[in-house]
Nanobody, 121 residues
Framework: QVQLVESGGGLVQPGGSLRLSCAAS????????MGWYRQALGKERELVATITSDGSTNYADSMKGRFTISRDNVKNTVYLQMNSLKPEDTAKYYCTMNIISSGILGGRQYWGKGTLVTVSS
């Protein structure tokens, strides 16, 4: 059993910052790629950023220069530092990880339940 739990969401004013965290727990033999996606009300889920096991990162164009993804392999945690937030960043943010568990062949993609970020004055 693997569980991902996000934290750090909330209400912030335009131009402000938030740091999201997502910790994995359970049967974790090895954690491959990690990432963040978001889904605004009435819209499809979209990529925010990803980070590979060796630290290579990828960002959606609208997040480049404002958001930073990082990971702590000891804590099995992925972070998303969000700066210069805009009202259009309002969404539910989901973390995802590709995890290999003991006794299970191959990696599986797991998702957290999401944390709400609201950018408003």
């Amino acid at each position: 059993q693997v569980q991902l739990v996000e934290s750090g969401g909330g209400l912030v004013q335009p131009g402000g910052s938030l740091r999201l965290s997502c910790a994995a727990s359970g049967n974790l033999f090895y954690v491959n790629g990690m990432g963040w996606y978001r889904q605004a009300l009435g819209k499809e889920r979209e990529l925010v950023a990803t980070i590979t096991s060796d630290g290579s990162t990828n960002y959606a164009d609208s997040m480049k220069g404002r958001f930073t993804i990082s990971r702590d392999n000891v804590k099995n945690t992925v972070y998303l530092q969000m700066n210069s937030l805009k009202p259009e960043d309002t969404a539910k943010y989901y973390c995802t990880m590709n995890i290999i568990s003991s006794g299970i062949l191959g990696g599986r993609q797991y998702w957290g339940k999401g944390t709400l970020v609201t950018v408003s004055s």
